[in-house]
């Protein structure tokens, strides 16, 4: 079963306006990851946040996570064109000292010029 | 560095047809992972190799092996293939002790 799942499952905004996407899991995590997606590719990494932060700045995404609640948010200021994608949480599942991770479904922002 | 490169990028099978999809990474990564991608499920975690030498299952692991051949490369095999392996299959590869995966460009494969 997934771990973590996004909403809104699909987004569009214009360009300039903030766009924010939310995660929720189940179980108790280490940290939680943000990547992203570009249509036809591979997932990229973007963020990565520890369970003991509450807070993280990167350019111009901003991630918060509530261990009480199980959820953190992504979000990206002053939206281009460019960071039309789909955008995915992972959480960290740890077994025999090996790092795995289970992605959620993904939330699919469109920004429009 | 090319990081993480897959082969095939396309492949179309019969049901019934075996196939080896390949994976390398060159940044001398320890651990590598198979997912595949469906419509609306995410990626989820078919297989992975914490280390040379081993592997281990992961979330949906029935109709495939896999092969560490060596730290590089992490070959996924459909023995006999079946419409419900039908998606984007994408393998990783993170560094020891460390949480970041790096993704290859996915192979995109359809059963017949």
């Known amino acids: 079963s997934q771990q973590g799942e996004e909403d809104p499952q699909a987004l569009s905004i214009q360009e300039g306006e903030n766009a924010t996407m939310n995660c929720s899991y189940k179980?108790?995590?280490?940290?939680l990851q943000w990547y992203r997606q570009n249509s036809g590719r591979g997932l990229v990494h973007l963020i990565l946040i520890r369970s003991n932060e509450r807070e993280k700045h990167s350019g111009r995404l901003r991630v918060t996570l509530d261990t009480s609640k199980k959820s953190s948010s992504l979000l990206i200021t002053a939206s281009r064109a460019a960071d039309t994608a789909s955008y995915f949480c992972?959480?960290?599942?740890?077994?025999?000292?090996?790092?795995?991770?289970?992605f959620g479904t993904g939330t699919r922002l469109k920004v429009l010029a | 560095n090319a990081g993480v490169t897959q082969t095939p990028k396309f492949q179309v099978l019969k049901t019934g047809q075996s196939m080896t999809l390949q994976c390398a990474q060159d940044m001398n990564h320890n651990s590598m992972y198979w997912y595949r991608q469906d419509p609306g499920m995410g990626l989820r975690l078919i297989y992975y190799?914490?280390?040379?030498?081993?592997?281990d299952k992961g979330e949906v692991p029935n109709g495939y092996n896999v092969s560490r051949l060596n730290k590089r490369e992490f070959s996924l095999r459909l023995e006999s293939a079946a419409p419900s392996q039908t998606s984007v299959y994408f393998c990783?590869?993170?560094?020891?002790?460390?949480?970041?995966?790096?993704f290859g460009p996915g192979t995109r494969l359809t059963v017949l």
């Open positions: 190799s914490a280390s040379e030498g081993t592997t």
């Open positions: 990783a590869s993170s560094a020891l002790g460390t949480d970041t995966q790096y």
């Open positions: 992972a959480t960290d599942w740890r077994t025999s000292g090996t790092y795995k991770y289970i």
């Open positions: 179980t108790s995590i280490n940290n």
